[in-house]
């Protein structure tokens, strides 16, 4: 199923040329950016709405939807930002695509900011892309030289200027208000809504803010059309997917895929199977703040409807494999670890329970662990559960929720025998 | 003004000049990282400073600086190697290559830099190389699938005074000439 896939996104990563406007341009880059400037806005609107594209940063939100929110008639001006804040654990999709083909993201945000009549966008890059910035800077400059982006884009008389933003080592400001809040030149915490940013984003005016991968696949649903787009991938989540497998595979990397396609094919003909063929043991289908799931799993589509009825998430699509010799218990620990790194402190079972959860979790791992604790996970669990202002709490309750329900067993071991069961194991992984 | 003056102030402006108008606040953090170019971090007078050019308070400033990891607000080795230790870089080995930095530079957990001067370590969350974990960076340059003996080489190079080539992109010749990058200036000029 996954052989078939004629590459989208990925259709030019055989081209280092690619990289570079000229190359991008032979390969049929601009054509979508020089219809789209002779269509009307609205019309651009409906042909996105129409191809069905949901927003491939988490929450899958329908992007034309989410364009036609924005009001262009408040006497503000419109702003896009483009989230590269690609923060999540497991997660490195945008960084090769940005790094293989930038233009195709700049052609992606032109064509989002005519659809709204936007003049000044923004790309908040991570700090730590800092060679892949660098690569958008060059692009930037490339296509400015092209008349692609500036004072009369395409001739059209249009004006769009893009501003790069570097962020500096913040999970949460891939949130998009916090991101809002970091562009502002505040801290990155996030903010109530509503209003939401179609109505007040940046600067206190209407603002789509669109992730990476979102806004490169925009350039193809205008110039091939919604149909096209809709030819692949499932019903209700069309297209394909970039996902990243890493950890105990043999392939790990990023791979373009049809929604809906069995994870047990990323696994086995992508990504090679587990390394060293041993037995599967988890997997977060889309990032560290995805419910884990097991080897009972594998015929799961990853999609957003398929994966939420297995109790996860589509998420970013990230997905770390663990095998039989990985520790779940220490694998927690890790990842909630994260998020107590990452908390912004504003919300108590956020900033409390990630720092209470990695210190209760790294007692079980390190043998210390009491038969109170296994239930007292489970409260916290569900005391950071949609108790907090954004969703980074609960990717710590994910975290903790799904390892109990599929590993309790593990905990227990861990708490019985004073010591963690795979501990020698685990040393000897890579040796 | 000491740390933006001449031409370092001329950056500033410039920085300051690519957001809309009434918006310079904007450029708080390109000149954060402007002003660790020029202090190798981010000093009491670079918080000052930068609250002086938008006209907004230090400790406006020092919210904004403190809450981000790659703004240092502590004295800072010429070069900082980050190791990523998240889950993709853990199962493959990440902690032993985090142990092995240590171990080669010399240095205790917690230490914040090497007796010469060269070297801050740093444990990394999730740097988006997951594809070729443990993933490492030297002054933000990234090297692949690093091994424990990789990190022995990788750390005797800078001890020799000179910079290994990344995976990817190119090599800084410091922390603080990463930092100008950063900033969206470029390289230095070469003199």
Not at chain 1, 211 to 238: C, H, Q, Y
Not at chain 1, 349 to 371: D, F, K, N
Not at chain 2, 60 to 86: D, I, K, Q, W
Not at chain 2, 119 to 148: R, S, Y
Request: some cysteine.
């Amino acid at each position: 199923m996954t052989d078939a896939l004629e590459p989208r996104l990925t259709r030019n990563w055989g081209d280092p040329s690619a990289v570079g406007v000229d190359g991008y341009v032979a390969a049929g880059g601009y054509e979508a950016l020089h219809e789209a400037v002779g269509m009307a806005p609205a019309d651009v609107i409906e042909t996105v709405k129409a191809s069905g594209l949901r927003g491939r940063g988490g929450a899958g939100f329908p992007t034309g939807m989410k364009w036609g929110f924005v009001p262009t008639d408040t006497g503000k001006p419109t702003y896009v930002v483009v989230n590269f804040d690609e923060s999540e654990p497991g997660t490195c999709n945008n960084r090769e695509l940005v790094e293989r083909e930038p233009h195709r993201l700049l052609e992606g945000t032109a064509i989002a900011a005519l659809a709204i009549g936007c003049q000044a966008a923004f790309i908040y890059v991570r700090g730590e892309y800092l060679w892949q910035s660098m690569v958008l800077e060059r692009a930037i400059e490339e296509a400015y030289e092209k008349g692609f982006l500036g004072a009369d884009v395409c001739r059209s008389g249009a004006r769009i200027d893009i501003v790069l933003h570097r962020g500096a080592g913040a999970y949460i400001c891939g949130e998009e208000t916090a991101l809002l809040n970091s562009l502002e030149g505040l801290r990155g915490q996030p903010r109530l809504r509503p209003p939401f940013p179609a109505v007040e984003g940046l600067y206190a005016s209407p603002t789509v803010i669109n992730n990476v991968e979102t806004l490169m696949n925009v350039p193809d649903i205008i110039a091939r059309g919604a149909d096209w787009f809709r030819s692949v991938g499932t019903e209700k989540s069309p297209g394909t997917k970039m996902v990243t497998i890493s950890g105990k595979v043999e392939r790990p990397g990023n791979y373009e895929v049809a929604l809906g396609t069995p994870f047990r094919a990323v696994l086995e003909d992508l990504a090679g199977g587990v390394l060293r063929g041993r037995p599967l043991k988890a997997w977060t289908p889309g990032g560290s703040s995805t419910p884990m799931l097991t080897a009972d799993h594998v015929d799961v589509g990853l999609d957003y409807e398929s994966l939420a009825a297995a109790g996860s998430m589509l998420g970013t699509a990230a997905i770390m494999v663990m095998d039989e010799t990985d520790c779940v218990v220490d694998c927690a620990a890790r990842m909630v670890e994260f998020y107590a790194h990452e908390s912004c402190g504003k919300c108590t079972p956020c900033r409390e329970g990630s720092w209470w959860a990695t210190r209760v979790l790294e007692r079980i791992e390190g043998g210390h662990g009491r038969e109170e604790d296994l239930p007292l996970m489970g409260e916290m669990g569900n005391n950071i559960l949609f108790k907090a202002f954004c969703a980074l709490a609960d990717g710590t309750a994910s975290v903790i929720n799904s390892s109990l329900l599929h590993f309790a067993d593990e905990f227990d071991e861990h708490v019985r025998l004073g010591r963690c069961p795979l501990k020698v194991v685990h040393a000897e992984v890579l040796a | 003004m000491t740390v933006f003056e001449g031409s370092v102030l001329a950056d500033a402006r410039a920085i300051i000049e690519r957001y809309p108008k009434g918006r310079e606040r904007s450029a708080v953090m390109p000149l954060l990282y402007l002003g660790q170019s020029v202090d190798g971090m981010v000093s009491r007078d670079v918080l000052r400073e930068i609250g002086t050019l938008l006209a907004i308070t230090t400790a406006e400033v020092e919210a904004v600086a403190s809450f981000y990891s790659m703004y240092r607000l502590r004295p800072t080795g010429t070069h900082v190697v980050s190791v990523c230790t998240n889950l993709a870089c853990k199962l493959r080995g990440a902690e032993a290559v985090y142990e092995a930095a240590h171990r080669s530079a010399g240095m205790n957990r917690g230490q914040e830099v090497s007796r010469d001067g060269l070297l801050t370590l740093h444990e990394e969350e999730c740097l988006g190389v997951c594809d070729f974990a443990p993933a490492v960076q030297i002054d933000f340059a990234n090297h692949d699938a690093v091994t424990p003996e990789r990190m022995h080489e990788l750390i005797a190079s800078l001890r020799a005074g000179e910079m290994p080539e990344p995976a990817r992109g190119r090599a800084f010749a410091s922390f603080r000439g990463a930092c100008r990058v950063l900033a969206g200036l470029g390289e230095e000029p070469s003199p």
